[in-house]
C-alpha cells in the first residue's frame, strides 16, 4: 500500500510564496510520475503541473512562469514552489503518485488528501 501525504498549505497574502510537499511512504518499488491538482469551492479539480519519471514537466497556462514543479527522488517527495500567488490561486491542492509496490509489477495511482492553499488580504 502507499500513502500520500501533502503539506505546505496555508494563508499567503497576493504576491506571496508557498512551497507545497507531497511525500510517498510504504512498500514502494518505484515512483513514475507525479501530477498537482487543484479544487476551488463549486469548481472541478483541474491540472496544475506534472513531473515525469525522468523529470520532464509540464504546467498549467494560468501557472506557466510563477510554479516550479521538483523531485526528490531518494526522498519519495515532490514539491511544487508558487510564487507570485493569486487569490485565483485559492484551492485545495492534489498530489497524485503513479507507483507501483514491491508486491505488484503494475503501477496505480494513488491521491492525497489534500492541502488548503488561501490567497487573500
Known amino acids: 500500500q502507499v500513502q500520500v501525504v501533502e503539506s505546505g498549505g496555508g494563508l499567503v497574502q497576493p504576491g506571496g510564496s508557498l512551497r507545497l510537499s507531497c511525500a510517498a511512504s510504504?512498500?514502494?518499488?518505484?515512483?513514475?510520475?507525479v501530477g498537482w491538482y487543484r479544487q476551488a469551492p463549486g469548481l472541478q479539480r483541474e491540472f496544475v503541473a506534472h513531473?515525469?519519471?525522468?523529470?520532464?514537466?509540464n504546467y498549467a497556462d494560468s501557472v506557466k512562469g510563477r510554479f516550479t514543479i521538483s523531485r526528490d527522488n531518494a526522498k519519495n517527495t515532490v514539491y511544487l514552489q508558487m510564487n507570485s500567488l493569486k487569490p485565483e490561486d485559492t484551492a485545495v491542492y492534489y498530489c497524485n503518485i503513479r507507483a507501483k509496490t514491491y508486491a505488484s509489477y503494475l503501477y496505480n495511482s494513488y491521491w492525497g488528501q489534500g492541502t488548503q492553499v488561501t490567497v487573500s488580504s
Open positions: 513531473i515525469t519519471g525522468a523529470g520532464g514537466t
Open positions: 510504504g512498500s514502494i518499488a518505484d515512483i513514475d510520475a
